[in-house]
């Protein structure tokens, strides 16, 4: 759960991160929640969560219901950097102390650099 959690976050930093070097050039970013969905990943990765949540689960249309919305609706197309769960804007920082720093930003840039476009590295 820890891991999922880092790597949603690290995901949530790098779509602030993209909608900022990319709004020059009118390219939209965002990052969403599907919710926890009954997938066979989550499945296999956590089977007694599966189990006992397995009734409340959303089905696969559910989960995509957000990305696609994303993909389409007019309103997601006039901001970006924003975290999206259905349909509805959420903040990033639940807790003051959870905020990314600058350098904290710039850790995954770095860490990043090796799997991303050069536009992302400091200095390129």
């Known amino acids: 759960m820890a891991t999922y959690a880092r790597a949603k976050r690290g995901l949530v930093m790098l ?14 970013c965002h990052a969403m929640h599907p ?13 007694r969560f599966y ?13 995509a219901d957000t990305v696609v919305w994303l993909a389409a609706a007019k309103e997601p197309a006039t901001i970006t950097g924003k ?4 349909r509805e804007l ?10 990314a720093s600058a350098a904290e930003r710039q850790k995954l840039i ?15």
């Open 90 to 99: 959420h903040a990033t920082d639940v807790l003051p102390w959870t905020r």
């Open 110 to 124: 770095e860490w990043l650099s090796g799997r991303t476009p050069t536009f992302l590295v400091k200095g390129t």
């Open 15 to 28: 779509s602030e991160i993209l909608a900022e070097k990319l709004k020059d050039d009118r390219i939209v």
């Open 51 to 63: 189990r006992y949540m397995q009734p409340v689960l959303r089905d696969p249309h559910q989960g």
């Open 83 to 86: 975290f999206w769960f259905d």
């Open 35 to 47: 919710g926890w969905v009954a997938t066979p990943g989550v499945k296999q990765s956590l089977p």
